[in-house]
């Protein structure tokens, strides 16, 4: 069993080599489905809501992969690869100053508005009420993993980081996001 796992992780890595964006952008899905599927147990769903899913799974695909990808480059590229404290505190600043708004405003956005459907002015009340909680809350986790992630984690491996630590956040997200709290089981 052990010797498939190493294989399967060979093969992996061939594919992130070769084809970067692909493989960070399927890996992103698959994470997005496990996260959406971990949190529609936690929150009481009985039958697995698979348009939902489906609609995680894009937003992971076509998003959140490409999104990494695409800004770790840019991070790399304007601090020039660096990874001393006081660059690494800058990538830091920078993720959280616009790209972590930003991640959290579109996904309540995507979720309210396509996986939920409800009409706008509904998601930017629910927006409103709740995006300043969330945000703070992705403030006092996402740093240290931030800092982790651009310090010791090479490049071409920071999104699937990211997308493993991203797979407890958007359990986060999803239980935040949502707009109907089901009732505790009696």
């Avoid at 960070?24 to 997005?32: C, E, M, P, Y």
């Avoid at 930003?102 to 009340?125: A, D």
Wanted: aromatic fraction near 14%; charged fraction near 20%.
């Amino acid at each position: 069993m052990g010797s498939i796992a190493k294989k399967g992780f060979q093969q992996y890595l061939i594919q992130l080599q070769r084809h970067p964006l692909r493989t960070k952008a399927l890996t992103a899905g698959v994470l997005s489905a496990i996260s959406d599927i971990a949190s529609q147990k936690l929150t009481g769903i009985q039958k697995l809501q698979l348009r939902r899913l489906a609609l995680k799974v894009l937003f992971g695909v076509a998003y959140l992969g490409p999104f990494g990808h695409f800004l770790h480059l840019i991070l790399d590229k304007i601090f020039k690869g660096k990874k001393d404290n006081k660059t690494v505190a800058k990538k830091v600043l920078v993720e959280q100053l616009t790209s972590s708004p930003w991640n959290n405003l579109f996904f309540m956005l995507y979720y309210g508005l396509v996986v939920e459907g409800r009409p706008w002015m509904q998601v930017k009340s629910k927006i409103r009420k709740d995006f300043p909680t969330v945000q703070y809350t992705a403030w006092t986790f996402w740093p240290v993993l931030g800092w982790i992630n651009h310090q010791y984690v090479p490049l071409q491996f920071r999104v699937i980081f990211q997308s493993l630590v991203g797979f407890c956040w958007g359990i986060y997200l999803n239980l935040q996001a949502r707009s109907v709290k089901l009732p505790k089981a009696k």
